[in-house]
């Protein structure tokens, strides 16, 4: 069953639909007095400049009684105005509502267009008094009435097209803005989905390390779990959040790093060469978890002898630079591809394109031993008080021309 034309359908769970506000405005008497003076001083001119070209004629008249009268016409219409407005709002000209319209704004045209030819022509009556002229009120009401409807009537509708317009026009902005909210939330929505697919993944991959390592070492293992333990803490901790702090994501790694070098000892050996205004820049969370996940093991885990990972982070310009490199075998470009389908790759690809569409760069390169990845995003400082804290044991800021780690696992 659909809602009421005048509700949209709850999605967030809350059990009721949300109300959508109508579109309204008021009136601003400034400009609507700005507008009439300026429309008055053009019709006293217009009248003036008539009467003066046809001399032989005495007008009725002097100047300033034509001013007069013209600045009447249009304040009378401007105190008119918020009346007009306000049928034009609620009885609007649409396709489900026309003849409700037409039924309204009908009658009230004509009652208009009377009632200002009548006070109109009370102006009159009050300068002919003030002049001690004749002036037969009820005559003239009828005589402006045969003349001047049809103006008096476009007058009125001129207001209700210009009051249509406008409430177009703001609702037109408004549907503008509750779309790009809307894809906001789209975009929001999908990152968080993407994000979500990384966390089984990653969680998978670890479980799996740790049933091998049992076999072979049963302390090891234990001390495995407790590592995880600490890093999901860590994941929970931070649910929700698109983006980090560069910052962050090397203390994330580093919970991930504790774990890996557990199975590999003294064979991974991690060097991280980090400028020190890249820490807090913010990246997309769990970006650098599948990076160095696959350099361990496409690179380190298929070699018998030590293998080497570095991370470098920098800036160019207006993006913030990271590279993975390790300096194992290499890969065939048959395993490559495969690799840039798998989850992890082809994921934090579909979050980096959701994020920043074409501002960022997500590139494979193969080396003569090894292989480097490189990621390029915008270039954004967190806000001062968004800025994660560094934990106890995590690491800590580098000195300037120092890299931020730089270990051997043991």
Do not use: C
């Not at 209700?160 to 509750?178: N, Q, T």
């Amino acid at each position: 069953m659909k809602p009421p034309a005048d509700r949209q359908l709850d999605t967030t769970g809350a059990g009721t639909d949300v109300q959508v506000t109508a579109v309204r405005y008021g009136v601003r008497w400034r400009v609507v007095f700005l507008v009439a003076t300026l429309l008055g001083a053009v019709s006293s001119l217009m009248a003036w400049n008539f009467t003066r070209s046809m001399p032989a004629i005495e007008p009725p008249w002097s100047w300033w009684m034509l001013i007069v009268l013209n600045y009447t016409y249009w304040y009378i219409w401007a105190v008119f105005a918020p009346a007009v407005i306000w049928l034009s709002q609620h009885f609007r000209f649409e396709r489900h509502g026309l003849l409700r319209a037409l039924a309204v704004h009908l009658p009230a045209v004509v009652v208009f267009s009377l009632t200002h030819i009548a006070l109109l022509q009370g102006m009159h009556w009050w300068l002919a008094v003030s002049q001690r002229q004749p002036f037969a009120w009820w005559a003239e009401v009828r005589r402006g009435a045969l003349l001047n409807f049809d103006w008096e009537m476009m007058t009125y509708w001129a207001i209700v097209g210009i009051s249509h317009a406008v409430l177009y026009y703001r609702e037109s902005r408004e549907r503008a803005v509750r779309a790009s909210q809307l894809e906001t939330q789209l975009v929001e929505a999908r990152l968080a989905t993407l994000q979500q697919q990384l966390h089984p993944h990653f969680l998978f991959n670890t479980l799996h390390a740790i049933s091998a390592l049992m076999h072979r070492d049963v302390d090891a293992a234990d001390r495995m779990l407790m590592r995880l333990s600490d890093l999901l803490r860590m994941t929970l901790d931070n649910i929700g959040q698109q983006e980090v702090t560069l910052e962050s994501e090397l203390e994330f790694l580093g919970k991930y790093l504790d774990i890996e070098r557990t199975r590999f000892a003294d064979r991974l050996s991690v060097r991280l060469d980090v400028q020190p205004e890249t820490l807090d820049i913010l990246v997309p969370r769990l970006l650098l978890q599948p990076l160095v996940e696959n350099a361990i093991k496409h690179g380190v885990a298929r070699q018998a002898g030590p293998g080497h990972i570095d991370i470098t982070a920098r800036r160019s310009n207006d993006k913030l630079w990271i590279e993975v490199r390790d300096d194992g075998a290499g890969l065939s470009e048959t395993a490559l591809n495969a690799l840039q389908k798998g989850i992890g790759v082809s994921t934090t690809r579909a979050r980096l394109q959701h994020q920043f569409g074409a501002e960022y760069r997500f590139e494979f390169h193969r080396l003569p031993q090894g292989l480097a990845v490189v990621v390029a995003i915008p270039w954004r400082r967190a806000e001062p008080g968004a800025m994660h804290a560094t934990e106890p044991g995590a690491v800590s800021r580098p000195t300037a021309g120092r890299p931020l780690w730089s270990w051997k696992t043991s």
